[in-house]
């Protein structure tokens, strides 16, 4: 039997352990919703959704976009967005579409709404509320931005509202209070009206995609600039407005890495032979912009050339331009050997910066042994130019028709493309960006824009995104400089661990199925399962499931052990499931205070069993001090939720004055 102390640390450890999971992850979900059924349609939301995701992409963000969605597809997509979002450290939530305000509360409307009946709106609507208690329980950092605030197109005005009939507002949202470390935006201030636009994007969309890739950026300085834009679109009348307790800083864009170049270089360069190329790489903005090339330092034994010009001190040259910079020795310069230098910086759009050197050692270019030189250093260059060839030829045969399988909701997968030159003129542009999930190094993510260096390559990762079944493409241009790339594209193919297809729950917020029943669990499911656990144990998921498995074959013991597991490296499900355990005397004994005590704490991270049953606990007073109003509320976010057990203590509370 678990001590008290160990219950404790149970809840300590489930309650954090999610903020441990995963460093530096920052998760979008993107939803516009236009094609209303029973009112009238957006023309915006639609193309706001696909501008706005595009610009969380370009910002390294895990996204998931969503168009019109009724209200099951939004519980699927929700629940999809917050198995991803556990552990990250930003999560965001951007909506497009209708939604109005109810007494104070605030709802995101699903296109299959109609809201003729008073209790409709519990059922048929998404209270922002519940979205944002969902991210609470799940990041460190919570962001909701909402181009929402239109006027109530239903004709019915009167709703019921927990046990309340309330009037609907006319127009806008209402204020939302914030949690620590939230940032509620609005697209218009509470109460008033926010528009569609005269173009294909409403004013606040276009606004927050051009200024949110403002690189380096804190939120609250890009969403000033946007309530700029938009208040001089609108000529004043539409007021973007935001409530905020953050007390870490938010930056969407960060450009944090410089231009790539290659260590230092040696050169030997001839003297009294005209122009030598220096073959000098071309340098690489890994996150995809251009880049500009400063000379610091210029050799002092001879000139530099571009194109036959002269280049000076300071002047700017575009990046592409480097490989062709070529230097001049006069004759007699070099006598038998000197070493000179060249020092140049590279400069990308963010302010990044990195510095290059060239070792020069000058020979005399005249005579038989002059000649020989320049013979050895023609063959050289010859010898590169074929070898470079073989490189990206090699590289491309690495990647071009590659299919892998990579596991879903295990973190990101190293694909291990085994890759055949580290040459550091060879860098690798992204061509296509996979249609969902996200590619990362162990330092980045990587954008639809990204580049990465040959050395690199084999640390490339990949996360499917929770949900998504279907493969993906990701395309590369291989190159060595601006003159010669070839492309390659690879296939990735999410699949499912065994273990979740044998054992997954129903309504599990960090599963990645949709889960059986106990009933349902076959005796395949144990040996799934153990050998899941064994190639992921930090996987918390699969210990459950695990526990699962155990308990459907009868090995109680067995079970209640992978459960606590599971509790302790922060599987919220478990935590519920160490409370019914204790609830119902399985493999332990009766202990109705300790199962409260883990339902409550299930229910703190969001939950829907556990919602559930804290929930009826504290409307019925079994064991704890009553509380009818926010039992209920508990419940009844567990029914909006899809969990069908809420729905049915609810229809005996509502039908038959029962006491759940």
Request: glycine share 8%.
């Amino acid at each position: 039997m678990l001590r008290l102390c160990g219950l404790i640390a149970v809840f300590l450890v489930a309650a954090l352990a999610s903020f441990d999971a995963s460093a530096d992850r920052r998760v979008a979900l993107v939803i516009g919703n236009s094609e209303y059924r029973e009112i009238p349609a957006l023309k915006n939301p639609d193309k706001d959704a696909e501008d706005v995701s595009k610009t969380f992409r370009l910002a390294g963000f895990e996204v998931f976009v969503a168009k019109d969605l009724t209200k099951l597809q939004f519980e699927e997509q929700f629940r999809n967005y917050l198995a991803a979002a556990d552990g990250a450290d930003l999560s965001v939530v951007y909506y497009s579409g209708h939604g109005f305000q109810i007494g104070g509360e605030n709802f995101l409307i699903p296109v299959d709404a109609s809201l003729k009946n008073a209790a409709d709106i519990e059922v048929q609507a998404v209270k922002l509320d519940d979205v944002l208690q969902q991210l609470r329980a799940k990041s460190k950092i919570q962001v909701i931005i909402l181009d929402a605030c239109r006027n109530n197109p239903f004709p019915r005005k009167d709703y019921w509202l927990r046990d309340q009939l309330i009037t609907a507002g006319n127009t806008g949202l209402a204020q939302v209070k914030s949690s620590l470390n939230t940032l509620i935006a609005f697209a218009t201030e509470p109460g008033a009206v926010a528009y569609d636009g005269a173009g294909d994007l409403s004013p606040f969309s276009s606004a927050f995609s051009r200024r949110a890739l403002a690189p380096n950026q804190e939120i609250r300085s890009v969403m000033a600039a946007v309530r700029r834009d938009v208040v001089e679109a609108t000529d004043g009348k539409q007021v973007p407005w935001e409530n905020s307790s953050l007390i870490d800083e938010v930056v969407l864009m960060r450009r944090a890495n410089r231009p790539s170049l290659p260590p230092v270089l040696e050169k030997v360069v001839p003297s009294g032979v005209g122009p030598v190329a220096l073959d000098l790489p071309e340098p690489v903005d890994v996150d995809g912009g251009s880049i500009t090339v400063s000379i610091e330092r210029p050799p002092a034994l001879g000139r530099l050339l571009l194109d036959g010009k002269a280049v000076a001190v300071g002047e700017p040259i575009e990046g592409r331009d480097l490989p062709r910079l070529k230097m001049d020795v006069p004759k007699g310069v070099g006598a038998p050997e000197e070493v000179d230098m060249l020092a140049y910086a590279t400069h990308d759009n963010w302010g990044g910066q990195s510095q290059g050197i060239m070792v020069f050692r000058v020979k005399n270019g005249q005579g038989a042994e002059g000649e020989q030189i320049v013979a050895s250093l023609e063959t050289e260059q010859k010898q590169q130019v074929l070898e470079r060839g073989i490189h990206i030829t090699g590289a491309a045969e690495a990647i071009e028709n590659r299919q892998i399988s990579v596991p879903v909701g295990v973190g990101p997968v190293p694909l291990k493309l085994d890759f055949p030159t580290n040459d550091p003129a060879v860098s690798l542009k992204l061509a296509s960006y996979p249609a969902t999930g996200t590619l990362s190094l162990p330092d980045r993510a990587l954008s639809p824009e990204s580049s990465l260096m040959a050395d690199e390559v084999d640390q490339l990762r990949y996360e499917p995104q929770i949900g998504a079944a279907a493969p993906v493409e990701v395309g590369f241009e291989i190159r060595a400089d601006s003159s010669s790339s070839k492309p390659a594209t690879m296939k990735l193919s999410p699949s499912v661990d065994p273990c979740d297809q044998a054992a997954g729950e129903p309504l599990d917020l960090q599963g990645v199925v949709p889960g059986l029943l106990p009933n349902e669990i076959g005796t395949e499911a144990v040996k799934a399962c153990e050998a899941a656990v064994k190639a992921y144990p930090d996987v918390a998921r699969f210990r459950y499931e695990l526990g699962r498995a155990l308990l459907a074959a009868g090995k109680v013991e067995e079970a209640e052990k992978a459960v606590e597991d599971a509790a302790k490296k922060g599987h919220v499900r478990a935590v519920f499931e160490l409370g019914y355990m204790y609830f119902t005397g399985t493999g332990v004994a009766v202990d109705r205070s300790q199962a409260n005590a883990l339902y409550r704490a299930a229910s703190d991270k969001g939950d829907p069993y556990g919602m559930t049953a804290w929930g009826r606990i504290l409307f019925t007073g079994n064991g704890v001090e009553r509380d009818t109003g926010k039992g209920l509320d508990l419940m009844l976010k567990a029914a909006a939720m899809g969990h069908t057990y809420a729905m049915n203590a609810l229809a005996a509370i509502f039908t038959e004055g029962a006491t759940a």
